[in-house]
């Protein structure tokens, strides 16, 4: 069924609200498969995608890269044994396989990042798409497929960097921001061992954060209880995205300890704690294709469940402008109805 039409919503220029679009599915490679999507979460890397923050976009621009489907059809390398099959896709759709890092396994790393994207040509908000047969994982059964949409980036994100810097069930971490990507670190984090703090701007998900997991909720305005955590925390993964002051944040960190950027934050800081102490800052980006399947095997043995809100796919710009606003709660699954 090569190039069968596609319906999706597109964002024909940018920044511009998602608009009803109808194309022509890619032809079917050799080594692809085609899945018809049931679900697909939205990130906020979807909304930075619109507004082209990364330089990268093309438009019309169809959003969309936690995908979860039935595969319909397989390219001709590909067992047909996979057509029917439910599969999660994450942001990635695809690797180049002849750089040093997609050679190392690190494909994730792949040097041509900008074509691998799961939404090259057309993501996830869409009635189909087409990937690499590698980059379409199996699904567990016991997880919903409203969950695992969510698992395939939020999941893999966390999960990944959480498992890279695990020692010893006596490491302190703290998580600072709980929303899409902390409140779901808090819940890995706890399933693994570590001894988890939530810190949070937001004093009312206190009693939320220790709910997910978190063993201790730090307010991050409240200077005095700060204060009382210097060198704490073996480990700080910030999940947010906006500013912070960095010279109290890396004052709780104990010394050799680490932040780790899971989201894209604006650095500020002071390089004399960082030398004094031998702090570090590190960013860590999904994970390959072994830390997806890890991932989600993980997931189902600890029944991680992120905390969601299911809306038609229809409603993607009401979708989106709640999450801009702040209001979802905290990620948003679209559910196609096409």
């Not at 906020?44 to 990268?56: P, R």
């Not at 396989?97 to 790393?109: A, I, N, P, S, Y």
């Not at 997991?213 to 993964?237: N, P, V």
């Not at 399947?293 to 229809?314: C, Y």
């Amino acid at each position: 069924m090569e190039n069968t039409m596609n319906i999706g919503y597109a964002a024909l220029t940018k920044g511009a609200q998602l608009t009803r679009f109808i194309y022509k599915a890619p032809p079917l490679k050799q080594n692809e498969v085609r899945i018809a999507i049931t679900h697909c979460g939205l990130c906020g890397t979807d909304i930075q995608g619109i507004d082209n923050y990364y330089q990268i976009v093309d438009y019309p621009f169809v959003p969309g890269h936690e995908i979860v489907g039935i595969i319909t059809e397989a390219g001709s390398a590909v067992s047909p044994s996979r057509i029917g099959e439910r599969v999660g896709v994450g942001w990635q759709g695809r690797s180049c396989m002849q750089c040093e890092w997609c050679l190392k396994g690190d494909v994730h790393l792949c040097m041509e990042v900008a074509e691998n994207g799961s939404w090259t040509p057309y993501g996830g908000f869409s009635s189909s798409i087409t990937v690499e047969d590698g980059f379409a994982y199996p699904l567990p059964p016991e997880i919903p497929s409203e969950v695992a949409a969510v698992l395939m980036c939020a999941g893999i994100t966390v999960y990944t960097a959480l498992k890279k810097f695990y020692a010893s069930p006596s490491l302190n971490i703290g998580i600072i921001g709980i929303g899409g990507l902390g409140h779901l670190a808090i819940t890995f984090a706890k399933a693994m061992g570590y001894k988890v703090t939530a810190i949070s701007s937001s004093p009312h998900k206190c009693e939320e954060a220790l709910t997910l997991g978190a063993d201790w909720f730090i307010d991050s305005s409240d200077r005095a209880a700060l204060g009382k955590m210097e060198f704490s925390f073996d480990l700080l993964f910030v999940t947010a995205h906006g500013g912070f002051v960095w010279e109290r944040m890396l004052k709780i960190l104990k010394k050799k300890g680490k932040v780790v950027l899971l989201g894209f934050p604006d650095i500020n800081v002071d390089s004399v704690d960082l030398v004094a102490h031998e702090l570090s800052i590190e960013g860590s980006f999904v994970g390959n294709q072994n830390n997806m399947r890890d991932m989600l095997q993980f997931a189902q043995k600890h029944a991680i469940r992120p905390m969601i809100e299911v809306m038609p796919m229809s409603h993607v710009n009401e979708a989106i402008k709640r999450l801009k606003q702040n209001q979802a709660h905290y990620r948003i699954v679209l559910q196609n109805d096409f």
